[in-house]
């Protein structure tokens, strides 16, 4: 019987609303349509599954801190999600098998129903966690009636999690993690086709052990696989080591056109690629899944700490909160993950017109327009007063682009400038006023504000955001 959870905080509405100069809190879609998506988008969910479904909603679950229940919530924006009415689909029985720890669900439409994968422990064996399938009755996953369908039949009767389904050239594959008997290590991945929604096509094929330094601290985990298949090439990304903030993410690779069930046709990364970061202040980023924004553009989904330090089992402290902030690729096709780009309007990378492949970036106290780390080019559009924006580098929280005598350097918040951010005005992108009426441009690889007289000016003003 499906509940509704009383209306989420709306913490983060409110700053921003507050922020932007918005009246009132946001509840239907075209008011959440003008909120920004900001992080945490959804406070305390871990695990997070979050996926565009061909009805243009939004949905997203994941482990609540109580392990006791599993949520949906939908949304026709992304950050619609933050105010999103939570429905509570499923509650653990009070005893026996199902009776434990709930974790890590993922929605997904099967033969024509709606289909929810989670791990699930026992009453009184609460880690005997083994990976259980419900099915809906209605189209609608939020009021649907659910029920057992029953428990997905692995190789081995072992301690099971995680999983995941995905489609490529024509099957229906099953990802997931498992400790297999014989290997002295909490999980490992592993990957068959998916015969049923309950069994697998064939034997698994095990896709990788953890036996690297990162991902092997406190615990030997490779968990939560997620898949993304882009410039002719499957990625896994996955979680390696303990829950805290040593939890990170690692990567494995195959061509989109081999064998997926042979080992050889594997890669690993040899070191994470996505990890704590003190800059931006977020621990622990892990657990992720793929989506797409509204404009098609791609988005890491994953959760993650505010703070590096835990009292106490690090899996029952319930702070992980679900984060986004958009994918972008190497000049290789593989996606570069940049840091967690930490709590605040999730960020841009404004490219000046003409200049492809070059950045407005930050690095320190350096301010200019070329390549190098993906962090360095991310800054986000801080609502300032009136409309305006503070330009604010992920790298330095707490600071903005400030104009001093034509130049820009950066400042605290309190000196930094509040730009009008108009239509780009070599007619595409955006440009930033500054107070005093010139623009932020570059000259020679300087980021300064000038005037705006002529075609090359306007050019040099107009940045393309990615
Ligand atoms: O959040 C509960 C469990 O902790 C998840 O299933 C797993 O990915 C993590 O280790």
Not at 308 to 321: A, Q, T
Not at 455 to 460: D, E
Request: aromatic share 10%.
């Amino acid at each position: 019987m499906t509940t509704f959870d009383p209306q989420p905080s709306r913490r983060i509405l409110l700053a921003g609303a507050g922020a932007l100069g918005f009246s009132g809190l946001a509840g239907g879609a075209q008011a959440a349509q003008a909120a920004p998506l900001v992080n945490p988008v959804v406070r305390q969910r871990a695990d997070a599954q979050v996926f565009k479904h061909a009805d243009g909603y939004y949905y997203l679950t994941g482990s609540v801190p109580e392990y006791d229940r599993l949520v949906v919530r939908r949304s026709r924006t992304l950050a619609g999600l933050s105010t999103a009415q939570e429905a509570v689909i499923w509650r653990r029985p009070t005893e026996g098998k199902l009776g434990g720890y709930i974790w890590a669900p993922e929605l997904h439409w099967l033969d024509g129903a709606w289909h929810m994968y989670f791990a699930a422990g026992d009453k009184g064996q609460p880690f005997r966690i083994r990976t259980y399938v419900l099915r809906c009755e209605g189209r609608n996953a939020l009021t649907g009636t659910w029920s057992l369908l029953g428990e997905v039949q692995t190789p081995w009767d072992s301690f099971n999690l995680d999983s995941t389904i995905f489609h490529h050239k024509g099957v229906r594959w099953f990802c997931w993690a498992q400790k297999e008997p014989g290997i002295e290590t909490n999980s490992n991945l592993y990957l068959a086709p998916l015969a049923t929604p309950l069994t697998l096509g064939r034997p698994p094929v095990r896709l990788t052990v953890p036996t690297l330094d990162w991902e092997v601290r406190g615990f030997k985990v490779a968990e939560a696989p997620a898949v993304l298949i882009r410039n002719g090439r499957v990625f896994i990304a996955y979680s390696a080591s303990a829950t805290d903030d040593r939890y990170c993410l690692g990567l494995l690779t195959a061509d989109a056109d081999a064998d997926l069930m042979a080992q050889g046709s594997w890669t690993k990364s040899p070191a994470p690629v996505f990890v704590s970061s003190s800059e931006t202040g977020v621990w622990g980023p892990g657990h992720n899944s793929f989506t797409v924004d509204e404009q098609g553009r791609d988005v890491l989904v994953f959760h993650g700490r505010d703070y590096k330090v835990i009292k106490g089992n690090p899996l029952f402290d319930p702070n992980r909160h679900t984060r986004v902030q958009r994918l972008y690729y190497k000049p290789d096709g593989t996606p570069d993950f940049g840091v967690p780009a930490g709590a605040g309007e999730i960020p841009d990378r404004f490219s000046p017109l003409g200049r492809p492949g070059a950045f407005l970036r930050v690095d320190g106290e350096a301010v200019g327009v070329g390549g190098g780390a993906l962090a360095t080019t991310q800054l986000r559009q801080k609502a300032g007063a009136g409309g305006a924006v503070i330009l604010e580098p992920i790298l330095r929280p707490g600071h903005g682009l400030k104009v001093e005598g034509g130049v820009v350097a950066i400042g605290p918040g309190d000196k930094a400038t509040a730009f009008k951010r108009v239509k780009g005005l070599a007619g595409k992108g955006v440009s930033f006023q500054a107070p005093g009426g010139g623009y932020l441009t570059h000259r020679d690889g300087a980021v300064v504000v000038g005037p705006a007289r002529d075609v090359g000016a306007r050019k040099a003003a107009t940045f393309l955001v990615s």
